[in-house]
């Protein structure tokens, strides 16, 4: 397993649960988590702030209080037509 930072998009979907701890621990701390609650208005108007926290560099999001049973990230409208009502996230 590599380090987390080597890793691409399609890697990380498909990693087990040690092979992920073990990736950040090779990361030796050169990662960035930065936790958004999940239900707070955003910080500005079009963008979520888990989407404003990537863009200024997190590797890692945390959705705080976000219920997976009733998915809502404040600021992101849901596309119920699709699948994954949140995959197309962007205001």
């Keep these: 397993m590599k380090r987390y930072l ?19 621990r090779a990361s030796e701390g ?3 988590v930065s936790e958004t609650i999940a239900v ?9 702030n888990a989407e404003l926290a990537a863009s200024q560099g997190a590797d890692i999001l945390l959705l705080n ?3 997976v049973n009733q998915p ?10 699709q699948k994954k009502p949140y995959a197309n996230c962007n205001g």
């Design 6 to 24: 080597d890793c691409s998009a399609s890697d990380l979907a498909n990693i087990s649960k040690d092979d992920l701890i073990y990736a950040i």
């Design 65 to 67: 209080l976000f219920d």
């Design 30 to 32: 050169r990662i960035l």
């Design 40 to 48: 707070t208005q955003p910080l500005l108007n079009n963008v979520t």
């Design 72 to 81: 809502h990230i404040a600021g992101c409208l849901p596309m119920y037509h």
